[in-house]
């Protein structure tokens, strides 16, 4: 074992604490870890770098129109009203071509650790399941921390997704078959915006798709000292998003459940979940503990924890065996609860 590095209270590690062996990766995904590493992290995320590290992601995330490239998807940008005595949310709605009628509707919700991206980052995976299941898909802009803390970007995303359920016949979706969801902070954000729809009687979701989800801010996993100084958004990293977003409030008892899902006491009463993550990736544990407690409730939730797989694995690793088989499942789940048969393309 090695000794991980000084952390701060709220990151719940202490100076000399041996850090756990980590889950080695498997070796068909290294060579995209690596190339992830050196597109996304060329940055130390930091408190002192959180602004620097945006104007660099600003010249890396691709304008919608490149993203849909010759495909037959359309877009439009829309504004709508934001939470009550906040500034309006702006969205990118999604759709195929021509429109459609009764289409499944998808609520995308970016990642960036809180503090970094915009509605574009990851909108690619938004076209391909336009095209892949027929369906209408929105992604929003929410306010990013620390100058936005907790709770403004859940607020967005759950402003944003009330117009998306409100509007779904003008866009041609049926609202009985909406899901929300996002990877890494996206997947956090996602998990808040489902638990505000129960507990406001908001928008019946059809599921929620947590990839890799950022929800518990205490950082105190077996996983998150595993990963410390190793791979992409490491516990370093999560330490910078968390204090971003919660300031002083971290690790305290006055952190709200719509901004670190974890904390919620009641997971009952929620939308079937699809929960993934990969076993090398400092958000195993809490992901494995979130679908463990929904299935304690009697809920549903289909847990896939992929050996050797790093964060956010599928997308820099489309090639591996274990990311063909991430998507494939991702896929099917979307498919059942969307009421979907077969491929739409």
Do not use: K
């Not at 967005?156 to 996002?182: Q, S, T």
């Amino acid at each position: 074992m090695t000794t991980a590095p000084h952390h701060s209270p709220a990151s719940g590690a202490v100076t000399g604490v041996p850090r756990p062996r980590p889950v080695p990766y498997d070796p068909q995904l290294e060579p995209g870890l690596a190339a992830c590493r050196d597109l996304i992290e060329r940055i130390p995320l930091r408190a002192d770098t959180i602004l620097a590290n945006r104007a660099y992601f600003a010249t890396i995330v691709p304008p919608v129109t490149e993203a849909i490239g010759e495909r037959p998807v359309e877009f439009e940008h829309v504004t709508v009203a934001g939470p009550a005595g906040a500034p309006d949310v702006e969205l990118t709605v999604l759709r195929p071509r021509g429109g459609v009628r009764d289409a499944p509707g998808i609520y995308g919700i970016h990642g960036g650790g809180m503090v970094l991206g915009n509605r574009f980052f990851g909108i690619a995976g938004l076209v391909e399941e336009v095209l892949t299941f027929g369906a209408v898909a929105v992604s929003v802009e929410y306010r990013l921390a620390p100058e936005h803390p907790a709770p403004d970007a859940a607020e967005d995303c759950y402003a944003g997704l009330v117009w998306f359920a409100e509007n779904a016949a003008a866009l041609g979706v049926d609202p009985a078959r909406i899901l929300v969801g996002g990877a890494s902070a996206g997947g956090g954000l996602s998990a808040a915006v489902a638990l505000m729809a129960r507990d406001r009687g908001g928008p019946a979701l059809a599921g929620q798709m947590l990839d890799c989800p950022m929800i518990d801010d205490r950082n105190t996993t077996v996983s998150s000292r595993q990963y410390d100084g190793i791979g992409i958004w490491d516990r370093n990293n999560n330490d910078t998003g968390w204090n971003a977003l919660l300031g002083a409030d971290r690790g305290t008892d006055a952190v709200s459940p719509y901004a670190a899902p974890s904390r919620a006491g009641d997971l009952s009463g929620l939308p079937p979940a699809y929960i993934a993550v990969g076993a090398a990736e400092v958000f195993r544990d809490e992901a494995v503990d979130y679908a463990t407690r929904i299935w304690a409730t009697g809920g549903q939730a289909e847990l896939h924890v992929w050996s050797g797989g790093y964060h956010g694995f599928t997308g820099f690793s489309p090639d591996a065996e274990v990311s063909r088989a991430a998507v494939a499942a991702r896929e099917s789940w979307m498919r059942r609860v969307l009421g979907i048969t077969g491929r739409s393309r």
